[in-house]
């Protein structure tokens, strides 16, 4: 019944005092070919206190391994029970728990049935897999009290808990496992993922090493490390009239965090772009229609000797002075570290945000329930997004409303001038909402940008102070995006999660290195020339590695209105042929002095309603001035163009959480037959039956029938799509009712709830 069963009423049964040596009745029959329990001596006695234990049967046929190219067979571990647990209940199967130099894995009798195969699965990480730089932290279980574990372990748990950077939570049992293999394996997996490590003793070196050469794929995706790129994206732009690219930087002689090849002012001198290896250089990113462009810059420290710094501010404005005249935009600067948070303060808002998803078993989640939007408020993860898309969009205002070169400055230009510039690009740039656009464009900030994969993941487990998801905080900007204008990317949620997954599997170079100097080091081992060496990386941008084609069409979007393409006479009547479409009239009009994201029109009862909650969320000390709410308003009033401006509301029900990644291990979470899913499903059926009928009519009238682009696979049956769609199908559904488990405390049984049901539909209470 709802209200009692296995865990009763929420309470924690009270802890036997009996001590059981012998195997649970119905286990006799299992024991064969597993070491006999009687004869094991453990630390504690305690282990084997009797228990209601649901076991799948141990398997009897042996489950093969499968290596990838340069891993290696660490240590093993046998009779491991993976639990899953709910209520307080166990139940799991059987198998073998093993660590190799890539992974952790369990090999049990799980595989899915030929009725429930995953529609969405990778080929290099199982269901059952985690790799070594995903694992974020591990506990371990000693009388039913969790620890910490770390280092030299001096006794050895019962229970092994593991928490994941993709957020799963996998529970291990040892209770039936031999003491030398609970030893061998626990202090195994926490030396092989916890303690520090050397660069080049990372699998992404043993399996470039190991693995075939594959030559013959070809991506177009735009890597920028050759200097024929950034040309061509300064033709794209048509930026080259007004910047030039510099090969200054061989052998990074200028500077170790700039790659190769750049694109700096015309107006400025080589000389001035080596004197300071790199810091108050201007580095351009990207050019408006109108001219105007978006430059970085890595600051000069601050606290330094007065002469020091007054020869810095001499330079800058030499600098400032060159590019803030003609044919150069007037110029406007932005120090990012003084007008957003910290990576200090990113890192403490995401590991408070995170704890609200690594649930231990069901009754946690439920006992959360009634309180958690309060946490989630709490956590200031929202509000960090929040602010990014804010400041992203008031540097929009300036190079599209204002004409206005925008500057922006950072300690390195690698962390939020990434974030920032990026969501710029993406906002105004329709070639950056293209799958291969959006992958050019990681390429040319992030990665040739010089952002700190290494140390922001924490993958050498070297400095914790050094991690922050800088890379993650920007997908979830992105995923706003895509969230509120569907139509506008050609790629889904679904890729982006996969792409935030995949910053932890080591055989891609692409997320596991701080620059592109240290990765042309470490891989020639003798600097910039990189021909020479017999290392060969994998781009995470080859998505065959981890999908096959079926798999991989779930992370092209059905719904992606494509860019019309216009004939050439269509071409000789536009005015300018590089202009993109917009949504907004270049001319401005006059300001009003009404601030916040209310006009004139808004209604006084929604104003009284949400004007306290929104405030609170979109009003700061740095108050948005005129322009930048004009330019707000006056966008979201008109029709949004999908190939043109796109900004994204920022208003308080505006931004949410990224379910899809934040949610998809936790099966209470899931809306069955509902979310976006369902609602794509119900449009691409709408889709299919005008093509057919289109068909039909061009059938009749003898005309050529067009081909139909490809769409999405999903399964048509409503009770196998859920809101986690595609991951939630690898989940078992609780059967834990909707109230949570703090109600059903109150409750005394289902009688006295049925009282209570009567009493709120009494109507004579009501007249």
């Given at each position: 019944?709802?209200?009692?069963?296995?865990?009763?009423?929420?309470?924690?049964?009270?802890?036997p005092?009996?001590?059981?040596?012998?195997?649970?009745?119905?286990?006799?029959?299992?024991?064969?070919?597993y070491?006999?329990?009687?004869?094991?001596?453990?630390?504690?006695?305690?282990?084997?206190?009797?228990?209601?234990?649901?076991?799948?049967?141990?398997?009897?046929?042996?489950?093969?391994?499968?290596?990838?190219?340069?891993?290696?067979?660490?240590?093993?571990?046998?009779?491991?029970?993976?639990?899953?647990?709910?209520?307080?209940?166990?139940?799991?199967a059987?198998?073998?728990?093993?660590?190799?130099?890539?992974?952790?894995?369990?090999?049990?009798?799980?595989?899915?049935?030929?009725?429930?195969?995953p529609?969405?699965?990778?080929?290099?990480?199982?269901?059952?897999?985690?790799?070594?730089?995903?694992?974020?932290?591990?506990?371990?279980?000693?009388?039913e009290?969790k620890?910490?574990?770390?280092?030299?372990?001096?006794?050895?748990?019962?229970?092994?808990?593991?928490?994941?950077?993709?957020?799963?939570?996998?529970?291990?049992?040892?209770?039936?496992?031999?003491?030398?293999?609970?030893?061998?394996?626990v202090?195994?997996?926490?030396?092989?993922?916890?303690?520090?490590?050397?660069?080049?003793?990372?699998f992404?070196?043993?399996?470039?090493?190991?693995?075939?050469?594959?030559?013959?794929?070809?991506?177009?995706?735009?890597?920028?490390?050759?200097?024929?790129?950034?040309?061509?994206?300064?033709?794209?732009?048509k930026?080259?009239?007004?910047?030039?690219?510099?090969?200054?930087?061989?052998?990074?002689?200028?500077?170790?965090?700039?790659?190769?090849?750049?694109?700096?002012?015309?107006?400025?001198?080589?000389?001035?772009?080596?004197?300071?290896q790199?810091?108050?250089?201007p580095?351009?990113?990207?050019?408006?229609?109108?001219?105007?462009?978006?430059?970085?810059?890595?600051?000069?420290?601050?606290?330094?000797e007065?002469?020091?710094?007054?020869?810095?501010?001499?330079?800058?404005?030499?600098?400032?002075?060159?590019?803030?005249?003609?044919?150069?935009?007037?110029?406007?600067?932005?120090?990012?570290?003084?007008?957003?948070?910290s990576?200090?303060?990113?890192?403490?808002?995401?590991?408070?945000?995170?704890?609200?998803?690594?649930?231990?078993?069901?009754?946690?989640?439920?006992?959360?329930?009634?309180?958690?939007?309060?946490?989630?408020?709490?956590?200031?993860?929202?509000?960090?997004?929040?602010?990014?898309?804010?400041?992203?969009?008031?540097v929009?205002?300036?190079?599209?409303?204002?004409?206005?070169?925008?500057?922006?400055?950072?300690?390195?230009?690698?962390?939020?001038?990434?974030?920032?510039?990026?969501l710029?690009?993406?906002?105004?740039?329709?070639?950056?909402?293209?799958?291969?656009?959006?992958?050019?464009?990681?390429?040319?900030?992030?990665?040739m940008?010089?952002?700190?994969?290494?140390?922001?993941?924490?993958?050498?487990?070297?400095?914790?102070?050094?991690?922050?998801?800088?890379?993650?905080?920007?997908?979830?900007?992105?995923?706003?995006?895509?969230?509120?204008?569907?139509?506008?990317?050609?790629?889904?949620?679904?890729?982006?999660?996969?792409?935030?997954?995949?910053?932890?599997?080591?055989i891609?170079?692409?997320?596991?290195?701080?620059?592109?100097?240290?990765?042309?080091?470490?891989?020639?081992?003798?600097?910039?020339?990189?021909?020479?060496?017999?290392?060969?990386?994998?781009?995470?941008?080859?998505?065959?590695?981890?999908?096959?084609?079926?798999?991989?069409?779930?992370?092209?979007?059905?719904?992606?209105?494509?860019?019309?393409?216009?004939?050439?006479?269509?071409?000789?009547?536009?005015?300018?042929?590089?202009?993109?479409?917009?949504?907004?009239?270049?001319?401005?009009?006059?300001?009003?002095?009404?601030?916040?994201?209310?006009?004139?029109?808004?209604?006084?009862?929604?104003?009284?309603?949400?004007?306290?909650?929104?405030?609170?969320?979109?009003?700061?000390?740095?108050?948005?001035?005129?322009?930048?709410?004009?330019?707000?308003?006056s966008?979201?009033?008109?029709?949004?163009?999908?190939?043109?401006?796109?900004?994204?509301?920022?208003?308080?029900?505006?931004?949410?959480?990224?379910?899809?990644?934040?949610?998809?291990?936790?099966?209470?979470?899931?809306?069955?037959?509902?979310?976006?899913?369902?609602?794509?499903?119900?449009?691409?059926?709408?889709?299919?039956?005008?093509?057919?009928?289109?068909?039909?009519?061009?059938?009749?009238?003898?005309?050529?029938?067009?081909?139909?682009?490809?769409?999405?696979?999903?399964?048509?049956?409503?009770?196998?799509?859920?809101?986690?769609?595609?991951?939630?199908?690898?989940?078992r559904?609780?059967?834990?009712?909707v109230?949570?488990t703090?109600?059903?405390?109150?409750?005394?049984?289902?009688?006295?709830?049925?009282?209570?049901?009567?009493?709120?539909?009494?109507?004579?209470?009501?007249?």
């Open positions: 019944m709802l209200g009692k069963g296995a865990g009763g009423s929420g309470a924690k049964p009270a802890k005092s009996f001590v059981s040596y012998v195997i649970p009745e119905g286990h006799q029959a299992r024991r064969k070919g070491p006999n329990l009687l004869q094991k001596k453990w630390e504690g006695s305690s282990r084997f206190i009797h228990k209601e234990i649901h076991i799948k049967e141990p398997i009897e046929k042996e489950v093969n391994l499968h290596l990838l190219p340069g891993e290696l067979l660490l240590c093993e571990a046998n009779t491991v029970l993976k639990c899953v647990q709910e209520d307080g209940s166990n139940r799991g059987y198998g073998k728990l093993i660590c190799t130099n890539f992974k952790i894995a369990f090999l049990g009798d799980e595989s899915a049935s030929d009725d429930n195969e529609e969405f699965k990778n080929k290099i990480i199982g269901e059952n897999d985690i790799t070594l730089h995903c694992v974020d932290h591990i506990y371990g279980v000693y009388d009290k620890k910490s574990l770390s280092g030299q372990l001096k006794k050895y748990p019962e229970k092994l808990i593991i928490y994941c950077k993709d957020l799963r939570v996998f529970h291990f049992c040892l209770r039936y496992t031999k003491e030398e293999e609970v030893k061998r394996i202090s195994g997996i926490v030396h092989h993922s916890q303690t520090p490590k050397l660069l080049k003793r990372l992404l070196f043993s399996y470039a090493i190991a693995a075939p050469t594959n030559t013959d794929t070809q991506s177009q995706t735009v890597m920028f490390d050759a200097i024929k790129d950034w040309r061509e994206e300064l033709e794209r732009t930026g080259n009239m007004k910047y030039k690219v510099l090969s200054a930087n061989e052998a990074y002689k200028v500077s170790e965090k700039l790659p190769l090849n750049f694109v700096v002012p015309m107006s400025l001198s080589e000389e001035s772009i080596l004197q300071y790199g810091r108050g250089i580095i351009w990113c990207w050019s408006c229609h109108n001219g105007a462009s978006l430059l970085k810059m890595s600051a000069f420290p601050k606290e330094q007065d002469n020091t710094s007054q020869m810095h501010k001499i330079f800058l404005d030499g600098v400032y002075k060159t590019i803030n005249k003609p044919p150069y935009e007037v110029l406007k600067t932005d120090d990012l570290s003084s007008s957003l948070p990576l200090q303060d990113i890192q403490a808002a995401y590991t408070r945000f995170k704890q609200l998803f690594l649930i231990d078993n069901s009754t946690d989640f439920w006992d959360t329930d009634v309180k958690w939007f309060s946490l989630l408020e709490s956590t200031n993860w929202l509000e960090i997004v929040r602010r990014c898309l804010k400041k992203a969009i008031e929009v205002e300036y190079l599209e409303g204002q004409n206005t070169n925008v500057l922006l400055i950072e300690e390195n230009a690698s962390d939020l001038c990434c974030v920032i510039s990026s710029v690009q993406v906002m105004m740039d329709s070639h950056y909402r293209t799958k291969f656009g959006f992958q050019s464009l990681i390429q040319k900030e992030w990665v940008g010089g952002h700190c994969f290494l140390d922001r993941c924490n993958h050498l487990r070297q400095s914790d102070k050094e991690e922050a998801p800088v890379f993650l905080l920007f997908l979830d900007c992105v995923w706003q995006l895509v969230q509120q204008y569907p139509p506008a990317f050609e790629f889904t949620e679904t890729y982006l999660t996969v792409l935030s997954d995949s910053l932890y599997i080591p891609f170079s692409t997320f596991f290195f701080n620059s592109q100097h240290q990765k042309d080091t470490n891989v020639s081992g003798e600097g910039h020339n990189a021909q020479s060496s017999h290392f060969r990386f994998l781009t995470v941008w080859d998505w065959s590695v981890q999908f096959e084609p079926k798999a991989q069409v779930l992370l092209n979007n059905p719904l992606y209105v494509e860019k019309p393409k216009l004939d050439k006479s269509q071409r000789k009547t536009t005015r300018f042929k590089h202009q993109r479409q917009l949504s907004l009239p270049l001319t401005q009009t006059k300001s009003s002095p009404k601030r916040g994201f209310f006009r004139e029109e808004t209604d006084h009862f929604i104003k009284n309603i949400l004007g306290k909650r929104i405030s609170k969320l979109i009003n700061s000390s740095d108050e948005l001035h005129n322009n930048f709410t004009e330019f707000y308003d966008w979201h009033c008109k029709p949004v163009d999908f190939h043109g401006l796109l900004l994204p509301h920022i208003e308080g029900p505006g931004i949410k959480v990224w379910a899809q990644r934040y949610l998809r291990w936790i099966p209470e979470a899931q809306l069955l037959g509902g979310g976006t899913v369902a609602t794509a499903t119900k449009i691409l059926d709408v889709i299919e039956e005008v093509q057919s009928l289109q068909k039909k009519m061009d059938e009749k009238h003898s005309l050529t029938v067009p081909q139909s682009r490809e769409a999405l696979p999903m399964p048509r049956n409503s009770a196998r799509l859920s809101s986690l769609f595609p991951f939630a199908l690898l989940q559904h609780s059967l834990k009712p109230l949570p703090s109600t059903w405390k109150d409750l005394e049984d289902e009688d006295d709830l049925a009282k209570r049901d009567d009493e709120f539909v009494d109507l004579s209470e009501v007249i």
